[in-house]
């Protein structure tokens, strides 16, 4: 792999929904298929840490 390029572009959007609120995750670029399972747990686990943030 060429740690010198970018491989991965992310992008977190939230919007106010009265009151409630919703955020939409992406991610843009290539990665193994096996590596795709393991990353989207990872980004699961980051927002269940932030919903255990705000819900202190």
């Not at 390029?5 to 990665?31: M, Y």
């Not at 399972?37 to 943030?53: H, I, Q, R």
Request: glycine share 6%; no cysteine; charged share 25%.
């Amino acid at each position: 792999m060429d740690f010198n390029t970018p491989s991965h572009e992310i992008a977190v959007d939230f919007e106010s929904r009265g009151e409630k609120s919703w955020a939409k995750f992406s991610q843009f670029g290539e990665a193994p298929a096996a590596q795709v399972v393991l990353m989207t747990k990872g980004f699961e686990s980051y927002f269940d840490s932030l919903t255990n943030f705000l819900n202190r």
